[in-house]
């Protein structure tokens, strides 16, 4: 059983930064993929980033160049490095680790970009 919990998020100004965190209660490096998703009011949770055990990464394209995920295996932790944010990255953001074909989810972190 793995869990995660997700801290970071807060009000920031377009054009701030964010770093958001994913610690986990468990060894992730069994975690063959690692993610960031995303999910604003009225839409549907969606990909932001994620990382494999062999530190492939994937980004949506809205979010390509201007955030970074990487992983710490041995402090079980996961970042998602957030700069340039807009406006429309206002959204609930949360952490998924998938060991095997489980899927473990944190509960969220609260990012809201003013403008």
């Known amino acids: 059983q793995v869990q995660l919990v997700e801290s970071g998020g807060g009000l920031v100004q377009a054009g701030g930064s964010l770093r958001l965190s994913c610690a986990a209660s468990?060894?992730?490096?069994?975690?063959?993929?690692m993610g960031w998703y995303r999910q604003a009011p009225g839409k549907q949770r969606e990909l932001v980033a994620r990382?494999?055990?062999?530190?492939?990464?994937n980004y949506a394209d809205s979010v390509k160049g201007r955030f970074t995920i990487s992983r710490d295996n041995a402090k079980n932790t996961v970042y998602l490095q957030m700069n340039s944010l807009k406006p429309e990255d206002t959204a609930v953001y949360y952490c998924?680790?998938?060991?095997?074909?489980?899927?473990?989810w944190g509960k969220g972190t609260l990012v809201t970009v003013s403008s």
């Open positions: 998924k680790a998938t060991i095997l074909v489980t899927n473990y």
């Open positions: 990382i494999t055990s062999g530190s492939i990464t």
């Open positions: 468990g060894s992730i490096f069994r975690a063959n993929v």
